[in-house]
């Protein structure tokens, strides 16, 4: 079951809402690597003040800077990540593996609020295994997961008065997204 869980490929969707970026602006998905960061290769979308953008993650744990060049507000933030399910039947263990589609989706605002130009959000994530074993001897032991987040950040640091936003002097917005791994459920 963790094999699946582990070989399953991750996709980020990244949302900014009532914005006026676009995506013929200078817009970088970086992965930070300590000292060094990495390009990720990525999709924009931009529709009615929205903008998208999408890429397959090198790896379940990473940091993910979102860099846009500009002074354009972003009213609201969009975090998500989704994953294809897999299913696996292993005849000399006589058990049933089962991985559900991973689509986890958060939104992010404040009203009255717009987000700040460096915003952070840690997203933990969690293994969920459910192991039901057989009525009868000579069915298969059947094992499910799924995958389950948990997202933090301060408020106060991601969202400041629209007001206040008039002193702000960096010429970008940077949005990082730390993505860890917690402990495993059975």
């Given at each position: 079951?963790?094999?699946?869980?582990?070989?399953?490929?991750?996709?980020?969707?990244?949302?900014?809402?009532?914005?006026?970026?676009t995506c013929s602006d200078s817009v970088t998905l970086m992965q930070n690597r300590g000292a060094?960061?990495?390009l990720i290769p990525s999709t924009c979308v931009e529709s009615n003040g929205s903008l998208s953008i999408s890429a397959v993650l090198p790896s379940h744990?990473?940091?993910?800077?979102?860099?846009?060049?500009?002074?354009?507000?972003?009213?609201?933030?969009?975090?998500?990540?989704?994953?294809?399910?897999?299913?696996q039947e292993e005849d000399t263990l006589d058990s049933i593996y089962t991985l559900a589609d991973l689509d986890l989706n958060q939104a992010f605002s404040v009203s009255g609020r717009i987000l700040s130009q460096q915003p952070s959000f840690a997203v933990q994530l969690?293994?969920?295994?459910?192991?039901?074993?057989?009525?009868?001897?000579?069915?298969?032991t059947e094992f499910s997961a799924i995958w389950t987040a948990y997202t933090s950040y301060d408020i106060n640091q991601n969202f400041i008065d629209e007001n206040?936003?008039?002193?702000?002097?960096?010429?970008?917005?940077?949005?990082?997204?730390?993505?860890?791994?917690m402990s495993y459920y059975i």
């Amino acid at each position: 079951m963790f094999n699946l869980l582990n070989a399953q490929q991750f996709t980020v969707h990244l949302d900014l809402t009532n914005t006026l970026f676009t995506c013929s602006d200078s817009v970088t998905l970086m992965q930070n690597r300590g000292a060094s960061q990495l390009l990720i290769p990525s999709t924009c979308v931009e529709s009615n003040g929205s903008l998208s953008i999408s890429a397959v993650l090198p790896s379940h744990v990473v940091t993910l800077q979102l860099s846009l060049t500009g002074i354009e507000i972003i009213g609201g933030f969009g975090f998500g990540l989704t994953g294809p399910g897999a299913y696996q039947e292993e005849d000399t263990l006589d058990s049933i593996y089962t991985l559900a589609d991973l689509d986890l989706n958060q939104a992010f605002s404040v009203s009255g609020r717009i987000l700040s130009q460096q915003p952070s959000f840690a997203v933990q994530l969690s293994k969920l295994v459910n192991r039901t074993y057989p009525l009868d001897e000579n069915d298969a032991t059947e094992f499910s997961a799924i995958w389950t987040a948990y997202t933090s950040y301060d408020i106060n640091q991601n969202f400041i008065d629209e007001n206040d936003y008039k002193y702000v002097t960096s010429l970008g917005t940077t949005i990082t997204i730390g993505i860890s791994e917690m402990s495993y459920y059975i």
